[in-house]
């Protein structure tokens, strides 16, 4: 389930990867006080939860999406909730004594225009390319062979992102501003759909794949299992 109120969500133009260290054993009951805290309180004032994510046989990480249309709503949205809401002056300081570090966050704007995330899925994987001095020509291998070949085997719900290299206006809150980043994120049905495509992806033509590791200094990727949606389709099954 995503949670914002715009058109789809091409209207997101700035993204924050929020990936959280907390204290063992605590994924699913942060899980469950964020979710039932935070996520409508902060949609109402403008930040939009697009995702919320446990890393598979991790007792300790919580991942999620946030969105906003752009920097000054971002701005406005940390002023409104961290500063003066009621809601995370109840509740902040118990969220808080449940993580250990919460600066691991990226913050992104689209590659392209349309960049919808299709969060209500099972699975979504984030692909981290870092690319030293090789950013431009690895959007350029992207956009002619390697999204091309995604098409071809019919992964296409994937967009792409860079850093948004604009101020961090609210350092209370750090981000990674890395002009050498390119991000992709991809959402798969289940299990069997993200295997069936990664086991074609692995088998790309070896061209590509030599051309995108001569070009990717690194390239690391985390699975995430979508919260909300396994835990509805868990309900569903019950029933």
């Given at each position: 389930?995503a ?14 990867v ?9 994924a ?6 964020f ?17 919320e ?11 999620w ?8 709503t ?15 002056k ?41 690319c ?14 390697y ?6 085997i ?12 604009k ?13 050498n ?11 069997n ?23 990717v200094?690194i ?21």
């Amino acid at each position: 389930m995503a949670y914002n109120n715009l058109e789809d969500s091409e209207n997101i133009q700035v993204l924050e990867v929020r990936n959280y260290l907390l204290k063992p054993n605590l994924a699913d009951s942060f899980s469950d006080f964020f979710h039932t805290k935070f996520v409508e309180p902060m949609q109402k004032l403008g930040g939009y939860t697009l995702g919320e994510f446990k890393i598979e046989n991790s007792n300790d990480r919580f991942v999620w999406l946030r969105g906003f249309k752009d920097m000054s709503t971002r701005i406005k949205f940390l002023n409104d909730f961290y500063c003066e809401s009621a809601v995370w002056k109840e509740n902040g300081n118990a969220a808080n004594e449940m993580m250990i570090n919460s600066d691991n966050v990226y913050l992104l704007k689209p590659l392209y225009k349309n960049s919808n995330l299709k969060t209500n899925k099972g699975i979504t994987v984030i692909d981290f390319y870092i690319c030293n001095s090789t950013l431009e020509q690895v959007i350029k291998l992207f956009g002619e062979e390697y999204i091309p070949f995604l098409n071809s085997i019919n992964s296409i719900d994937i967009s792409f992102w860079i850093s948004e290299m604009k101020e961090n206006d609210f350092p209370r809150l750090p981000v990674f501003q890395d002009k050498n980043l390119l991000v992709s994120i991809t959402h798969y049905e289940d299990r069997n759909e993200y295997e069936t495509k990664q086991k074609a992806i692995d088998n790309m033509p070896s061209s590509l794949k030599f051309s995108i590791q001569q070009l990717v200094t690194i390239h690391h990727k985390l699975l995430l299992l979508n919260q909300q949606t396994n835990n509805q389709r868990t309900k569903n099954d019950a029933n």
